[in-house]
């Protein structure tokens, strides 16, 4: 394993993301992974930008997926939970994505974009249960 072979699939799953090539970024970040070893700290943050990557390609699933992978890698990181609810969000799990969402809060409490999303995933379950 090298580390340096990680950090060079982690920047070109970073280019192709700022490129807006998702399939690519995806390719590129699952390499970083492979070779990413044990690296906790490197792990977390390329499954979690793997997940950001699957959710542009609509592959909410895999994003959710990577989403647990980064939060099993560090279950205090806000980022995980953060990722997880826009999965869930998006696969209208509107309770599991609020439940996620605060999960992140209780890490991260300052965070406002993450109280905005739990706002946003209470509105889609009172909306929900409304129209039921």
């Known amino acids: 394993m090298s580390s340096e072979e990680a950090q060079s699939a982690k920047a070109a799953g970073s280019a192709a993301w700022t490129q807006g090539q998702y399939d690519r970024a995806v390719e590129h970040f699952s390499k970083a992974i492979s070779l990413g070893g044990n690296d ?3 792990l977390k943050v390329i499954y979690s ?17 990577d989403a647990n992978k980064c939060i099993e890698v560090d279950s205090q990181w806000s980022k995980g939970y953060s990722r997880k609810g826009d999965a869930l969000y998006a696969l209208r799990r509107y309770t599991d994505s609020y439940n996620a969402y605060n999960s992140g809060l ?4 300052g965070d406002a974009t993450l109280k905005e999303k739990v706002d946003l995933a209470m509105r889609a379950i009172q909306s929900e249960s409304s129209s039921a």
């Open 49 to 65: 930008n793997r997940s950001a990557a699957y959710h542009k390609l609509n592959k909410f699933q895999q994003a959710l997926d």
């Open 40 to 42: 906790k700290e490197f």
């Open 106 to 109: 209780r890490y991260a409490s």
